[in-house]
């Protein structure tokens, strides 16, 4: 089993920066990626950014070149900088690990990001 929880989240105003953390627990050695989904309201989720054990990395095209994920996913912990902020980036961040062990999706509970025009 995979336990994750995320911070960081909160109230910005348009054009500034939040970093999201996502620290995971449990059997580290079981997680093949760690990534980044949102979901705003009356939206379905979307991926934002994911980062696999070897270091492949990629980016929802929506968040290209403004949100940087970072971190070490064999360690379990994983960041994502959001940078250049819009409104349309207000949604519920989820943070989320594929693993070798069952259900193989982990999900944590999220973390709110509002964005202010």
């Known amino acids: 089993q995979v336990q994750l929880a995320e911070s960081g989240g909160g109230l910005v105003q348009a054009g500034g920066s939040l970093r999201l953390s996502c620290a995971a627990s449990?059997?580290?050695?079981?997680?093949?990626?760690m990534n980044w989904h949102r979901r705003a309201p009356g939206k379905s989720r979307e991926l934002v950014a994911s980062?696999?054990?070897?270091?492949?990395?990629a980016y929802g095209d929506s968040v290209k070149g403004r949100f940087v994920i970072s971190g070490d996913t064999a360690k379990g912990t994983i960041y994502l900088q959001m940078n250049s902020l819009k409104p349309e980036d207000t949604a519920v961040y989820y943070c989320?690990?594929?693993?070798?062990?069952?259900?193989?999706?982990?999900w944590g509970q999220g973390t709110q990001v509002t964005v202010s025009s």
């Open positions: 980062v696999s054990r070897d270091g492949k990395i």
């Open positions: 989320g690990a594929d693993a070798m062990l069952r259900p193989y999706n982990y």
């Open positions: 449990g059997s580290l050695s079981s997680i093949i990626t």
